[in-house]
């Protein structure tokens, strides 16, 4: 079920940061309370081998995302403890030492559950041992939620296990919604901040194909 146009669910979520510090972070009241949007991104594992080179790809790109006026959540079902484990593992090790931003600890995978993101959804029944058996590790798909400042989701993505994101793309996507929040018009395809947008109507759209 997508969640686009919907509020992200108002649940609290076990997080780290980089200096150890366990707390929690409602994703819904991250956006409303501080009046941000949001980008989180969730990945299967920690200490895993696609995993590191989107955190610091995100990390690398955390200067941009804050002129956008966006708070940057990374998300995974490992533990708080694991987390810090991986944050104190150097990049040249496989880690993410360098890595600022919180990271939800999913460990219950609550929200994970809502949001229908775990690989492992196929149940069998063991006669044997009487007990239900999941298919899957049951981790995270690679799954990237949007979230603007009233807590309403206006992009989300959801990437196979080996297929690691694009950074620039959700730059260039809150770039889009955000003019379509000032401005009032609506962006073509492949729009980038600078070029045409367009008016959501009849001569709107006859004027852009004309000229483009």
């Known amino acids: 079920m997508t969640l686009v146009g ?11 940061n980089e200096m150890g510090d366990t707390f929690q972070i409602n994703v819904l009241e991250e956006a409303k309370k501080n009046n941000k949007k949001v980008l989180l991104f969730w990945y299967p594992k920690d200490f ?4 590191p080179t ?15 006026n966006t ?23 496989g880690g ?18 809502i949001l229908g993101i775990l ?19 049951n981790v995270t798909y690679r799954a990237t939620y949007l979230i603007d400042e009233e807590g309403t989701v206006f992009h989300e993505g959801v990437n196979h296990m080996p297929v690691g994101r694009n950074v ?5 996507l809150i770039d889009a919604y955000a003019h379509v929040q ?18 959501a109507d009849r001569t709107g759209v006859a004027e852009y194909l004309s000229l483009n």
Not at 6 to 15: D, G, Q, S, T, Y
Not at 54 to 68: C, G, I, N, S, V
Request: charged content about 25%; glycine content about 6%; aromatic content about 10%.
């Open 6 to 16: 919907k509020k992200f669910p108002n649940v609290a979520v076990n997080a780290m």
């Open 48 to 51: 895993t081998f696609v995993c």
């Open 54 to 68: 989107e955190l610091h790809a995100f990390q690398a790109a955390l200067e941009e995302f804050e002129k956008r």
């Open 71 to 93: 708070v940057v959540i990374g998300a995974s079902c490992d533990t708080a403890e694991v987390h810090f484990a991986w944050l104190n593992t150097k990049k040249d090790d």
């Open 96 to 113: 993410i030492e360098g890595v600022t931003y919180p990271l939800l600890a999913d460990s219950n995978r609550n929200l994970a559950n």
């Open 119 to 137: 690989d492992a959804q196929t149940e069998t029944y063991n006669e044997e041992t009487g007990t239900y058996m999941l298919e899957g590790d």
């Open 168 to 172: 620039n793309e959700f730059l260039r």
């Open 182 to 199: 000032k401005n009032g018009e609506v962006c073509p395809a492949n729009w980038e901040e600078g070029k045409q947008a367009m008016t």
